[in-house]
């Protein structure tokens, strides 16, 4: 079953995560601002992202909407299991945990640009996983920074 569309974006206030549905209608749970966002890139049944209303960036990718951190730590805790199982294991359990993670989340659309992220929308099938090459682009940061 998909979830309602949802839209995460930086609020133009406070600059913290706000958050609208399919219909642009948003606001900040840190700084109470009402929001409208133009959803004219947002088109279809489904609901389909062809660019930012955030930023209308036109570069996007998907991603499985899980927590880098969380995965990192079944990694690190099959890591120091490992010495104290059969053949390492706690090694293969951890692959198979994460595997198990990767098939059932779902996957969203974020933004380049804006980092702006999109949850229940179908996929574009333009937008492509991550490319680093594609984001160091939109790297805002200056140099020696």
Known sequence: MRRPP???????????????GADGLGSCR??????RLDVSGVAGEPPRVARCPGCDGRQ???QRDFN???GLGVVVVGALFAPFTPFYSSLFAAAIVDAVLY????EITVCYR???HFRGFARNPEHQPFDLHLAEQYDVRKPGS
């Open 6 to 20: 949802e839209i995460a974006y930086a609020c133009p206030g406070c600059g913290r995560e706000a958050t609208a």
């Open 30 to 35: 840190a700084c109470g601002r009402q929001t």
């Open 60 to 62: 996007l990718y998907v």
């Open 68 to 70: 880098q951190k969380v």
């Open 103 to 106: 098939a059932l989340v779902a």
């Open 114 to 116: 804006c980092h702006a």
